[in-house]
């Protein structure tokens, strides 16, 4: 059975493909055909996801899309989990979630018994899809709560942000130094930071 890998990270400093070896481990394992990977590293309480958008254009109906968890997917509104569960079966796939033993029986048809399943499926998915929605907010309640304190105890406090990383930093400058016209995504990828931070460091050089 055809199956695409949704593979998401919620920020840069992750990443998105660490489950894909698992991910087709377990394709493997069930006997799927892995036909697409969509991987990116973007908030889960973000309905439109480039990728996301693009598995659900390139899916066909009966296919398997498959995710390591439902926070993978989910960390959406209770109106935005309706739209994408609304498009998901409108679009006829099915989808099995690897660390939730009951989704895997939709990779086959079983009758009565497997009906049953998906509605039992169904309604765990939507349990889990609401946790990770009521985690996600309580991590930004706390965030909040965090700087309020400190600024109370602090009223001259500012946040920092991250520090750079002098290395990778020092790495971009000798860079750009030695080649001067070479691209920023080739600067990012010959020294392994991102083309954002490549363009950041010109802009802080340029601005010096």
Not at 2 to 8: A, C, D, S, V
Request: charged share 25%.
């Amino acid at each position: 059975m055809n199956t695409h890998l949704y593979l998401r990270a919620s920020t840069k400093d992750q990443d998105a493909n660490r489950a894909r070896v698992a991910l087709e481990a377990f394709a493997a394992e069930k006997g799927l055909t892995i036909t697409g990977v969509y991987a990116e590293n973007i908030s889960g309480t973000k309905l439109n996801r480039p990728e996301l958008m693009r598995l659900l254009d390139t899916a066909e109906k009966g296919e398997v899309l498959l995710v390591e968890s439902v926070d993978r997917l989910s960390r959406l509104s209770t109106g935005d989990w309706d739209t994408l569960k609304a498009t998901i079966k409108a679009k006829g796939l099915r989808l099995v979630v690897a660390d939730l033993p009951t989704s895997h029986m939709l990779i086959e048809d079983k009758g009565i018994t497997g009906q049953i399943m998906e509605v039992i499926n169904g309604m765990l998915i939507d349990l889990m899809a609401t946790m990770s929605r009521l985690d996600q907010e309580k991590r930004v309640e706390r965030i909040r709560q965090g700087l309020v304190n400190k600024r109370a105890a602090e009223p001259g406090w500012k946040p920092t942000g991250k520090g750079k990383n002098a290395a990778k930093w020092n790495g971009v400058q000798t860079v750009m130094a030695k080649h001067p016209t070479m691209s920023a995504p080739d600067v990012a990828k010959l020294t392994g930071v991102g083309v954002a931070t490549v363009y950041r460091i010109k802009k802080e050089l340029t601005s010096a």
